[in-house]
């Protein structure tokens, strides 16, 4: 006899979800979980419960309240049809499928991403304006939207062009999470930082102007190695150390990045030319901008370089979690792949909470000693074991360059733009008007 999960308490009460051979139901509050509840004391992926044959397996993947089965606090339990399961303020009971025209819930198997007709509404706008910018070709396709090669023809230079998809818009508690986040980004200047010169929205569209950089992302270059097997010690020192001064800046103006992946990284003519980009994630942690940019329980980002506090759901993170995936590029550099990566999405956060990374040495002989333990460090689990700043860690990677002939400045550049009379275009600021 077929069977299901009955929600019988909890703000999803009265959904039905079907025990599928084969399939996991994810519960959680997040995004991840492909059978989302309603439920703001579950975690964000709380437990799995998977049919394997006759057998009804329930695994808790780590929660912050525990999972209960028959009021027994359980980590792992085989479900018998009567069994109780609660978790949060949901409780849910193990039930036999005997009506087949019964409507029920029906889980994804993977989180839901944008619908094709979406990202195809974006594609016309290549040859189109949209405030004053001539859109040209897609350069890439993100979570959130498209990245446009485009023209800015008021200040007449070459701009990356960052649209978001128009469902963004349609909700002014994301417009509004857009604009704090732009405010964020304005200001900052590093000649390691992807440059914003505005952001707006422009109809049913809010988008970014950004500076385009001539060269290639980090995901491509660790692609190249991937195939190729061509690692390269010195090429992850380098990286790292002018993304170690792009963080110190961002860390000294009180903003978190959240989201270092090799995808926000873009490699210039040379390594000087580290830039990285996508603060849309950042948290102000003073001032008028001290809200959370990211909705409460969003995860975003690729998770495999998720420090275990981010991967926990955790929001209070510092910049020593920005450290951890910092440590976390840098292995995929010096080996060709992520330090931890499982099956799916919650496999690999498990893995970042529980399992250690094979040493990098074991891929790549030539590494320093010194190189792979400042790595290994930065991937500690708990921040208090980890380089305690970015200062610091950039003073420990000039020390670990200098002997080995490893070329970088002995010195960081300097925090403001070298000319003097530098003045964001006032018109750039972000606006709310359709009209722009």
């Not at 102000?284 to 506090?309: H, N």
């Amino acid at each position: 006899m077929p069977r299901l999960l009955h929600v019988i308490a909890g703000p999803n009460q009265g959904q039905r979800f079907p025990l599928t051979d084969g399939l996991s139901i994810l519960l959680g509050r997040s995004r991840h979980a492909n059978t989302p509840l309603a439920d703001n004391s579950v975690s964000r992926v709380h437990c799995e419960i998977e049919l394997r044959g006759r057998c009804i397996l329930l695994t808790d993947l780590d929660s912050s309240s525990g999972t209960f089965v028959n009021n027994q606090r359980v980590s792992e339990r085989e479900l018998k049809v009567g069994d109780l399961v609660r978790i949060g303020n949901t409780q849910l009971r193990v039930e036999e499928f005997k009506n087949e025209l019964e409507k029920v819930a029906v889980p994804a198997a993977v989180p839901a991403r944008p619908a094709p007709r979406t990202a195809e509404k974006l594609h016309e706008l290549t040859g189109r304006q949209l405030s004053h910018y001539d859109v040209g070709k897609v350069l890439a396709q993100g979570q959130s939207g498209l990245v446009f090669q485009a023209h800015d023809f008021k200040h007449d230079r070459p701009a990356a062009l960052k649209v978001l998809f128009p469902e963004f818009a349609q909700n002014d508690d994301d417009v509004q999470r857009f604009i704090r986040a732009m405010k964020t980004m304005l200001p900052l200047r590093h000649p390691n930082l992807v440059a914003l010169y505005g952001a707006g929205k422009t109809g049913p569209y809010c988008w970014t102007a950004m500076e385009l950089i001539e060269g290639e992302s980090l995901t491509r270059i660790l692609q190249r190695i991937g195939t190729s097997n061509m690692l390269d010690w010195k090429r992850s020192l380098r990286v790292g150390y002018f993304l170690t001064r792009a963080l110190a800046y961002a860390h000294e103006h009180g903003i978190i990045h959240r989201n270092v992946t090799p995808q926000n990284v873009m490699i210039g003519k040379t390594a000087e030319q580290t830039k990285l980009g996508d603060l849309m994630l950042a948290k102000a942690q003073e001032g008028g901008l001290a809200k959370q940019i990211t909705k409460p329980g969003e995860i975003l980002g690729d998770v495999r370089y998720m420090s275990p506090e981010r991967a926990s759901g955790g929001s209070d993170v510092d910049g020593r979690s920005d450290l951890y995936s910092l440590g976390a590029l840098m292995y995929a550099l010096l080996t060709g792949r992520p330090p931890l990566e499982g099956k799916n999405v919650v496999d690999t956060m498990l893995k970042i909470h529980r399992d250690e990374p094979v040493k990098p040495t074991k891929f790549q002989p030539a590494i320093p000693a010194a190189l792979e333990g400042v790595v290994l460090k930065l991937l500690a689990k708990r921040p208090d074991d980890r380089c305690p700043s970015a200062v610091a860690l950039f003073e420990e990677l000039a020390r670990i360059a200098k002997p080995h002939g490893v070329k970088v400045q002995d010195q960081p550049a300097p925090l403001r733009p070298a000319c003097p009379h530098h003045r964001e275009d006032p018109a750039s600021a972000p606006r709310t008007s359709a009209g722009q």
